[in-house]
């Protein structure tokens, strides 16, 4: 099993930036890609950014790019993702997930990853 722990969320005007970590802890070594999605009131959870931990390939989703950039420290277990340029339309929780299934290419759809953390709110004021 693998446990993961979302941190960093909070309330942040437009056009700022915000740091969310994830933390997995358990058979981590079993953990081949982790990503973020996340899901506004009304809405379906989507993708925003994944990352190979083997070699770091990464992939975003349009409605973010050039605004995020995620990254891991292997040493830690942990994964980051940081937002800049933040709109309203980036409220939302943002959930960290991990695919512990072999891939050589990075997952972007939800159900290819296996574990999931609690969520961590992000609101972005106008």
């Known amino acids: 099993q693998v446990q993961l722990v979302e941190s960093g969320g909070g309330l942040v005007q437009a056009g700022g930036s915000l740091r969310l970590s994830c933390a997995a802890s358990?058979?981590?070594?079993?953990?081949?890609?982790m990503g973020w999605f996340r899901q506004a009131p009304g809405k379906e959870r989507e993708f925003v950014a994944a990352?190979?931990?083997?070699?770091?390939?990464?992939s975003y989703a349009d409605s973010v790019k050039g605004r995020c950039a995620i990254s891991r420290d292997n040493a830690k277990n942990t994964v980051y993702l940081h937002l800049n340029s933040l709109k309203p339309e980036d409220t939302a929780v943002y959930y960290c997930?991990?695919?512990?299934?072999?891939?050589?290419?990075?997952?972007?759809?939800?159900?290819?990853?296996?574990?999931w953390g609690q969520g961590t709110q992000v609101t972005v004021s106008s």
């Open positions: 990352i190979l931990l083997s070699d770091g390939s990464t």
């Open positions: 358990g058979r981590t070594r079993s953990i081949y890609a």
């Open positions: 997930a991990a695919d512990d299934g072999y891939t050589r290419m990075v997952p972007t759809t939800a159900y290819k990853y296996d574990y």
